[in-house]
């Protein structure tokens, strides 16, 4: 099971920090994607870890994916944000982070946490 949190209203250039509650997975042994969906858009995959991390280009130098594997929690610190970064931003399992562009990869889902980036 996965629980998102951390979501909220933040003005252009500020920062969040997204958590994934990872309950009843294995850190070492999951990649762990984000992905964002808006309004009237395809869902994106904005960043995965697994024993690498990999970002979207358009996050590239903002955002930040780590995991505490003590916690079973990801995390996704976002810097700098932007109007177009606003969605409702879900975590999800899968194998591998190769394909962390790619919903269909990842069978398992949270619920999602929305982030709107508006002055």
């Known amino acids: 099971q996965l629980m998102e949190s951390g979501g909220g209203l933040v003005q252009p250039g500020g920062s969040l920090t997204l958590s994934c509650l990872a309950s009843?997975?294995?850190?070492?042994?999951?990649?762990i994607a984000w992905f964002r969906q808006s309004p009237g858009k395809e869902r994106e995959g904005v960043s995965c870890i697994s024993h690498s991390t990999y970002y979207a280009d358009s996050v590239k130098g903002r955002f930040t994916i780590s995991r505490d594997i003590s916690k079973n929690t990801v995390y996704l610190a976002m810097n700098n944000l932007k109007p177009e970064d606003t969605g409702v931003y879900y975590c999800?399992?899968?194998?591998?982070?190769?394909?962390?562009?790619?919903?269909?990869?990842?069978?398992?889902w949270g619920q999602g946490t929305q982030v709107t980036v508006s002055s």
């Open positions: 009843g997975l294995t850190l070492d042994y999951s990649a």
């Open positions: 999800a399992d899968g194998v591998s982070c190769d394909t962390y562009y790619r919903p269909d990869d990842f069978p398992t």
